[in-house]
């Protein structure tokens, strides 16, 4: 994804006038409404397994792209509003390790008056939270970096982390969508076949040479166990180009093989 280092410190610098005072509203799992201050006690009442505050409804000729993505590593289906949402939630899905996350988690009613509910909730597998604000660039304006700050300033008291997501470039998301086709563990190549290309793959090799090694009898077979790798992040490659069977492969340093 496109480096938004400047973007956070943007909101960073935003959020210095800003108290974090507010209240947060959640519904839990059987659908009762509480409300709470913003404070650390926030951290110990799990929102990441609450139930959406709000879920989008469908109509005729409606512009949105309102659905469900099935998110690999929970197992379990997360709400969207818009394909940039979910697209968003696959990158999540791919980069980060996450081990439940929720849509539309909480209303934030700040000292303003005003109130923002969140994109998403994540607990990550070393146990930070962090509320992700999914907006692309374009629609970023004044008010939305306000609301961001206000976002931010609440999250820090809390305890919770917070980024905004925007857009992925075409390639990345080209690049990503392919990759999920192959998110399925039914596509990984086994245990042996995942060392004896970790046992080769000292150096960078192509896509097709690591594929041959996956699956020395069947090259198709090979490129889809090692888009399932790719998608792991257990092997990498440089995601802002397409992959053929020309793209250099190498060994992600965290790789679990």
């Given at each position: 994804m496109n480096n938004n280092t400047e973007l956070m410190n943007?909101?960073?610098?935003?959020?210095?006038?800003?108290s974090g005072n507010a209240m947060i509203q959640w519904k839990t799992n059987t659908g009762r409404l509480r409300e709470e201050p913003a404070d650390r006690s926030?951290?110990?009442?799990?929102?990441?397994?609450a139930e959406a505050f709000r879920k989008p409804k469908s109509y005729p000729r409606q512009r949105n792209y309102y659905g469900l993505y099935y998110f690999a590593q929970t197992k379990s289906h997360v709400w969207h509003e818009s394909l940039n949402e979910a697209n968003m939630m696959a990158y999540l899905d791919h980069t980060e390790s996450i081990s439940a996350i929720n849509s539309q988690p909480m209303r934030i009613?700040?000292?303003?008056?005003?109130?923002?509910?969140?994109?998403?909730?994540a607990l990550h597998t070393n146990h930070r939270q962090v509320v992700y604000d999914i907006k692309p660039v374009s629609k970023i304006d004044s008010k939305a970096m306000a609301q961001f700050a206000k976002t931010l300033a609440v999250c820090e008291k809390v305890g919770w982390g917070y980024r905004v997501l925007p857009t992925l470039s075409a390639q990345q998301q080209d690049n990503l969508?392919?990759?999920?086709?192959?998110?399925?563990?039914?596509?990984?190549?086994?245990a042996n076949a995942a060392s004896a290309l970790?046992?080769?793959?000292n150096k960078p090799m192509t896509f097709d040479q690591a594929a041959g090694i996956l699956r020395p009898d069947s090259i198709p077979h090979g490129r889809s166990a090692l888009f399932h790798l790719?998608?792991?992040?257990?092997?990498?490659?440089?995601?802002?180009?397409?992959i053929d069977g020309t793209t250099r492969i190498e060994m992600n340093p965290d790789a679990r093989l």
């Open positions: 943007q909101i960073a610098e935003l959020a210095l006038a800003y926030l951290l110990g009442r799990h929102l990441y397994l009613t700040f000292t303003d008056g005003s109130w923002h509910v969140p994109d998403l909730l969508t392919h990759l999920s086709y192959f998110k399925h563990p039914l596509f990984h190549p086994g970790s046992a080769e793959l790719l998608w792991l992040r257990d092997v990498r490659t440089d995601m802002n180009l397409r």
